[in-house]
Structures are given as C-alpha cells and as structure tokens.
C-alpha cells in the first residue's frame, strides 16, 4: 500500500519519487516535471502477448517502463492521509483535478 504520510516523510525538496509500492526511489526527477508524473525508460526486453495459443511479439518501440511516479508536495498533501494501491492513488490524484504527465528518464 502507498502511504501519503511517508511519502511526505521521503520530499526531496517538492517532490518525491516512489514505486508501485509506495517505497521511496533515488532517481533524478527532471527539473520540468509537473506535479503527477510517470517517469518512464525505454523497453529493452523482448515482450510478448499470448493470447489463448497465439504468442505475438509486440513492438518494444511503442511500450515504455515505468519506472517510478512522481508527486509534489502541493498533490500529497492534498491526498488522504491513508494506505492506497496504486489504481487508488491513480484515480484520486485525477480526482483531485490534475493529469499524469508522462516524462523519459533517458533517451530511447
């Protein structure tokens, strides 16, 4: 579960970058940042789809990895202070009037 109280705890100035668990990462967040962002990387591993006994390949070229999400002060402290999963947290920051912004961590 994700904690707004703990990720409060982790700021790093405004903002503070966590994984799907809530847990505290040490990533460079882009200086242009907004405050709700996905910062993503390029997919280097070969994926695939099965579907019933098809298995596709899938053009990595279009995929990209999450790497870890991040919010700023003014968002969290907007949050519930409560345990939500990440569909949780998702919606509510959407509820709350602001939109994901997507940002590459490293050029594909």
Known sequence: MISTSRLIENLIGDYVAFDEGGQPVDIDIPKTIGPAAFLVA???D???R???DVVES??????WSV????????VLRRLEDRG????ELLERVRDLGYRWQV?????P
């Open 58 to 63: 899938l053009d990595r070229d279009e995929l």
């Open 84 to 87: 939500m999963s990440v569909e």
């Open 42 to 44: 390029p997919v280097t």
């Open 103 to 107: 940002s590459p961590i490293s050029a």
């Open 67 to 74: 790497e870890a999400m991040v919010l700023n002060r003014v």
């Open 46 to 48: 070969a994926v695939k």
């Open 50 to 52: 099965v579907e019933g």
